[in-house]
T-cell receptor
């Protein structure tokens, strides 16, 4: 079984500050890991994904995440926050080999607020 | 441009009425999904379909029904048996060719029960 825990339902940072959104997962098989972003009243957009290989993954809009198997974590970071980063962020996990196509398990989301 | 179209964007329903949410994709994706989103609860899977004329229950299927008669279309009916239907509903799709279960989402439909 897979599950995701996002630590902190709300995170606030000042513009230009480091963004750190935390995600821990559990998976009984090697995982695929994802971060999605959602702006108000819109669908979700893929920020980045980890499948295999390099554990530091770069995504769109300057975000990156590092897969740490020993810590079962996949935290999302951005060195310098921008006002346009204010949104809700979702971490998700799926199984890799043998899993149901497209079957993702989502965390509860973290609302990011960016102060000027 | 290819994508997923959900309609209507906003829908109001009286208690006891069934409503159907539309989801159409022109991405030629094999699999389609319906998620329900409530504040602070993330996304929960209602139903999914991996091929035409076949679908499976997700984690919260009670009170919902779906059909998959065409590859492009996966409508969701919220029935009167759904106890708390007010929510934001998201349709998504994917294909094995996309690699690693990457989902493409529609813009969502917000259902409010009056």
């Amino acid at each position: 079984a897979q599950s995701v825990t996002q630590l902190g339902s709300h995170v606030s940072v000042s513009e230009g500050a480091l963004v750190l959104l935390r995600c821990n997962y559990s998976s009984s098989v090697p995982p695929y890991l994802f971060w999605y972003v959602q702006y108000p009243n819109q669908g979700l957009q893929l920020l980045l994904k980890y499948t295999t290989g390099a554990t530091l993954v770069k995504g769109i809009n300057g975000f990156e995440a590092e897969f740490k198997k020993s810590e079962t974590s996949f935290h999302l970071t951005k060195p310098s926050a921008h006002m346009s980063d204010a949104a809700e962020y979702f971490c998700a996990v799926s199984g890799s080999r043998g899993s149901t196509l497209g079957r993702l398990y989502f965390g509860r989301g973290t609302q990011l607020t960016v102060w000027p | 441009d290819g994508g997923i179209t959900q309609s209507p964007k906003y829908l109001f329903r009286k208690e006891g009425q069934n409503v159907t949410l539309s989801c159409e994709q022109n991405l030629n994706h094999d699999a389609m999904y319906w998620y329900r989103q409530d504040p602070g609860q993330g996304l929960r899977l209602i139903y999914y379909s991996q091929i035409v004329n076949d679908f499976q229950k997700g984690d919260i299927a009670e009170g919902y029904s779906v059909s998959r008669e065409k590859k492009e279309s996966f409508p969701l009916t919220v029935t009167s048996a759904q106890k708390n239907p007010t929510a934001f509903y998201l349709c998504a799709s994917t294909t094995r060719d996309s690699g690693a279960n990457v989902l493409t989402f529609g813009a969502g439909s917000r259902l409010t029960v009056l």
